[in-house]
Structure formats: C-alpha cells, structure tokens
Nanobody, 126 residues
Framework: VQLQASGGGLVQSGGSLRLSCAAS????????MGWFRQAPGKEREFVAR????????YYADSVKGRFTISRDNAKNTVYLQMNSLKPEDTAVYYC????????????????????WGQGTQVTVSS
C-alpha cells in the first residue's frame, strides 16, 4: 500500500486547511484509515480515524469539534478538514492505513497501522 499525503501549508490562527491522502496498491475500502501528527521534539500522536465505509469516526480530544475526517472510496482518498486552527496544531501530519480488523484501542496508536504516508507540514502562525 502506498499513501501520498498533500494539502499542508502555512495558515494563520483561526484558518482552515484540508489534507488529502491518496492510497494505492490495495482495495481502498478494505483499509481502516487514520491521521497522526508529530510536532518537533514530540512523539507522533493520534488525530483521527475512520472506518471502512466512513460511517464511524473517532477524534483526539484536542481536535474534536474542529477537525473532520472523511473518505471517498471511489477516489481512494481520505481527507482531514481542519478548521479553527491553532498554533499548537503545527506539526507534520501523516496518514496511515490498517489492513487488519478494527481494534478501538490499537487504532489510536501508531502500532495499529501497517502503512504510512510521507507526511505533510502544517504550520499555523499566531
């Protein structure tokens, strides 16, 4: 599975960005998808995840109500809409894919995913 993330950039506090992650190499609808982020000097942390059909989503408390994860299985793409961005959202954002079954605990950790994209930088200025 190959994952290609895009859509990062520089935005002012309060602004919005939409990240995309295009997948190839496997039937996209069979992949559970997630977004993580890593700020300088910090560990990679969970942001959001989405089920095969898109009917179930889950968010980290720090982004709940501001970020929305979605997927388009016809386009083999998962999205992360980020609104009301804050300087503390500054990080490299990674998309990830899991080929196994759903495991609510594992899916909020990096160990729960088998494939990773290259990351896209999001910088929020104050």
């Amino acid at each position: 599975v190959q994952l290609q993330a895009s859509g990062g950039g520089l935005v002012q506090s309060g602004g919005s960005l939409r990240l995309s992650c295009a997948a190839s190499g496997r039937t996209f609808s069979s992949l559970l998808m997630g977004w993580f982020r890593q700020a300088p000097g910090k560990e990679r942390e969970f942001v959001a995840r989405i089920s095969w059909s898109g009917g179930s989503t889950y968010y980290a408390d720090s982004v709940k109500g501001r970020f929305t994860i979605s997927r388009d299985n016809a386009k083999n793409t998962v999205y992360l809409q980020m609104n009301s961005l804050k300087p503390e959202d500054t990080a490299v954002y990674y998309c990830a894919a899991r080929t196994g079954g759903p495991n609510p605990i594992l899916l909020t950790t990096t160990r729960g995913y088998d494939y990773w994209g290259q990351g896209t930088q999001v910088t929020v200025s104050s």
